[in-house]
T-cell receptor
Framework: EDQVTQSPEALRLQEGESSSLNCSYT??????LFWYRQDPGKGPEFLFT???AGEEKEKERLKATLTKKESFLHITAPKPEDSATYLC????????????FGTGTRLQVFP | DVKVTQSSRYLVKRTGEKVFLECVQD?????MFWYRQDPGLGLRLIYF???????EKGDIPEGYSVSREKKERFSLILESASTNQTSMYLC??????????????FGNGTRLTVT
């Protein structure tokens, strides 16, 4: 069964304290892995798409990487405004456009 | 920027009521989706649509139906609301048929409480 698991469930960081969020997946035929950010009371906002192992994408303090089994979202020198829930989703197989979402990592960055 | 608008932020309905959740997107996207989001379960796909008057079941369609009479509008219908349908409902749209190269754009959600 296709599955996406995110860890940790919650993460508290001091401002400037770099860390990584993990998204591990077991799917047949990965077509794409997506990262979204969700602020409280809002819908998820698209961050990155990764298509193949070894690929990396960056946006401000965020960097996403992909291997054959997992993706990491690295946060460098985070600021309080980076506090949000980060969701990972995968698209698997060649006969479906459906995404499988993880349950997210809730990040809190304290000044 | 793509804007996906959900008509209500909060709704409170009684068990057995018929409930309509409305979603409108303004970027001429082909595809529209309805998800529900529950703590510990993540986002689960209820229904999606690739074109006007077309609909496809997602992973948890039971107890729901949808309507897409116009390209920009996708409605979710709870035929007879039950307490286990209390949830956050998220509408999304994407440009092309494959989300492979077309990420989802989400609305801000409707928090539905069924009492």
């Amino acid at each position: 069964e296709d599955q996406v698991t995110q860890s940790p469930e919650a993460l508290r960081l001091q401002e400037g304290e770099s860390s990584s969020l993990n998204c591990s997946y077991t799917v047949s035929g990965l077509r794409g892995l997506f990262w979204y950010r969700q602020d409280p009371g809002k819908g998820p906002e698209f961050l990155f798409t990764l298509y193949s192992a070894g690929e990396e994408k960056e946006k401000e303090r965020l960097k996403a990487t992909l291997t054959k089994k997992e993706s990491f979202l690295h946060i460098t020198a985070p600021k309080p405004e980076d506090s949000a829930t980060y969701l990972c989703a995968v698209q698997a197989g060649y006969n479906t456009d459906k995404l499988i979402f993880g349950t997210g990592t809730r990040l809190q960055v304290f000044p | 920027d793509v804007k996906v608008t959900q008509s209500s932020r909060y709704l409170v309905k009684r068990t057995g009521e018929k409930v309509f959740l409305e979603c409108v997107q303004d970027m001429d996207h082909e595809n529209m989706f309805w998800y529900r989001q529950d703590p510990g379960l993540g986002l689960r796909l209820i229904y999606f649509s690739y074109d006007v008057k077309m609909k496809e079941k997602g992973d948890i369609p039971e107890g729901y139906s949808v309507s897409r009479e116009k390209k920009e509008r996708f409605s979710l219908i709870l035929e007879s609301a039950s307490t286990n349908q209390t949830s956050m409902y998220l509408c999304a749209s994407s440009l092309t048929e494959s989300s492979y190269n077309s990420p989802l754009h989400f609305g801000n959600g409707t928090r539905l409480t069924v009492t």
